[in-house]
């Protein structure tokens, strides 16, 4: 029997204009909840990152869909956990206020396998 594979995953992050229009310090609460979001898809059972790329230096402005904002490659061991990472984006708080990471920021999860190509 063959053994089950990781899904690779790569995490779409795109920035959205609530960040933009949002004042100095809100903007530093939604950077602390990212990074609470970031550390914990890293810390994550059954996820493990192999890189990611942020587009910030050049890219300005918001960021709806393609091209995204940032991206962060990962194998992952089933679609659960996929779908718990995604969850933090709905679940992670920012500051004090009533929001979560989702006001300001999307993901979008692109789920394929390793592409493996046989040398000749």
């Not at 061991?77 to 679940?91: E, H, I, K, M, P």
Request: with cysteine.
């Amino acid at each position: 029997m063959t053994e089950k594979k990781p899904l690779r995953v790569l995490f779409c992050i795109g920035i959205n204009q609530n960040f933009m229009d949002a004042p100095r310090d809100e903007q530093l609460a939604v950077w602390a909840a990212f990074g609470e979001m970031w550390n914990g898809i890293h810390d994550m059972a059954g996820v493990t990152v192999i890189g990611n790329m942020d587009d910030d230096q050049t890219m300005v402005g918001p960021s709806p869909g393609y091209p995204w904002t940032t991206y962060l490659l990962t194998d992952v061991v089933d679609y659960d956990t996929v779908t718990a990472c995604c969850n933090l984006f709905r679940s992670t708080e920012v500051g004090g206020t009533p929001y979560k990471l989702w006001r300001y920021a999307k993901v979008e999860a692109r789920i394929g396998r390793e592409l493996i190509v046989q040398r000749a």
